[in-house]
T-cell receptor, first 114, second 113 residues
Framework: SAVISQKPSRDICQRGTSLTIQCQVD?????MFWYRQQPGQSLTLIAT?????????ESGFVIDKFPISRPNLTFSTLTVSNMSPEDSSIYLC???????????FGQGTRLTVV | AQSVTQPDIHITVSEGASLELRCNYS??????LFWYVQSPGQGLQLLLK??????LVQGIKGFEAEFKRSQSSFNLRKPSVHWSDAAEYFC???????????FGTGTKLQVIP
């Protein structure tokens, strides 16, 4: 299994500001994933972060709004830029376990933009 | 593209009653299938998974799920629900080899005394 630590666990931010969410995995993984869960909704993949290359963004998500860093095999950050109330969501990072056949998730970052 | 459908948005059951949550998937080959549970304010916890072999898989907390290829289904069951099972349940599919996880819309389970 993989243990994923995510911080902050929650934050309240002013519109127009940016927040960087950190995700730490207790083992080396090639791929990490960032998801958004809007209130009352399911999880939507934002992007796939591979170490050593640019992140791959899903339709509807752009790098300028959600820049991602992946400096090594155990760590990634997601920044939510120029925030608006519509960005209020839970953001979760995910990584595969050993064998790459299941996904483990961090506890999520509950973001409220006011 | 892979997709997952959970037709029930909300389900209410009495404590001690049996439970079945429905999940239908769409994927061209044999999928990897998962059920996750999310308690209020919590992250996602894996209940069980299916890759191959026995189509009836056992998970944690007394849950089981059955893979039926002919129906493209992977329904979650529990014979006797406890109040602590109240949560949101997500069915998910991953393509062959590790790829992104596609989630269903979720089913919120309410347990009444």
């Amino acid at each position: 299994s993989a243990v994923i630590s995510q911080k902050p666990s929650r934050d309240i931010c002013q519109r127009g500001t940016s927040l960087t969410i950190q995700c730490q995995v207790d083992s080396q993984v090639t791929m990490m994933f960032w998801y958004r869960q809007q209130p009352g909704q399911s999880l939507t993949l934002i992007a796939t972060a591979n170490q050593g290359s640019e992140a791959t963004y899903e339709s509807g998500f752009v790098i300028d709004k959600f820049p991602i860093s992946r400096p090594n095999l155990t760590f990634s950050t997601l920044t939510v830029s120029n925030m608006s109330p519509e960005d209020s969501s839970i953001y979760l990072c995910s990584a595969p376990g050993t064998g790459g056949t299941e996904a483990f998730f961090g506890q999520g970052t509950r973001l409220t933009v006011v | 593209a892979q997709s997952v459908t959970q037709p029930d948005i909300h389900i209410t059951v009495s404590e001690g009653a049996s439970l079945e949550l429905r999940c239908n998937y769409s994927y061209g080959a044999t999928p990897y299938l998962f059920w996750y549970v999310q308690s209020p304010g919590q992250g996602l916890q894996l209940l069980l998974k299916y890759f191959s072999g026995d189509t009836l898989v056992q998970g944690i907390k007394g849950f089981e799920a059955e893979f039926k290829r002919s129906q493209s289904s992977f329904n979650l069951r529990k014979p006797s629900v406890h109040w602590s099972d109240a949560a949101e349940y997500f069915c998910a599919v991953v393509g062959g080899g590790y790829q992104k996880v596609t989630f269903g819309t979720g089913t919120k389970l309410q347990v009444i005394p």
